[in-house]
């Protein structure tokens, strides 16, 4: 009896969110990588554009951190309208973000 009662609200649930995205069927416009090991493992074979994105490095250091920061300006360089960048450390470089292709 729990278990029916628990998939009925899991159930509701997964009915809120579909409802609250658009539905299973709406499709987003996406930013392919244009590699395709990368691109045909993402939903939509990039990533989705007006959509909020979590770039990391490979640990916690300096290098690590800079290499996504350039990373992720490059992909979004080639996006139009504006980027929200919000970072845990002010440790941003502007003028590296700007070499990247991405005005700050």
Not at 69 to 86: D, N, Q, S
Request: charged share 20%; no cysteine; hydrophobic share 50%.
């Amino acid at each position: 009896m729990a278990d029916r009662a628990a998939n009925s609200v899991i159930a509701d649930l997964q009915e809120r969110i579909a409802h609250l995205g658009g539905g299973a069927g709406r499709m987003r416009e996406v930013l392919p990588f244009g590699l395709p090991e990368i691109d045909r493992r993402l939903p939509g074979g990039g990533l989705a554009l007006g959509a909020l994105h979590e770039v990391a490095g490979g640990g916690n250091g300096a290098v690590d951190g800079a290499a996504a920061a350039l990373f992720a300006a490059g992909v979004a360089a080639r996006t139009k309208g504006k980027v929200l960048w919000i970072v845990t450390r002010a440790d941003l470089f502007a003028p590296a973000i700007a070499q990247a292709g991405l005005a700050p």
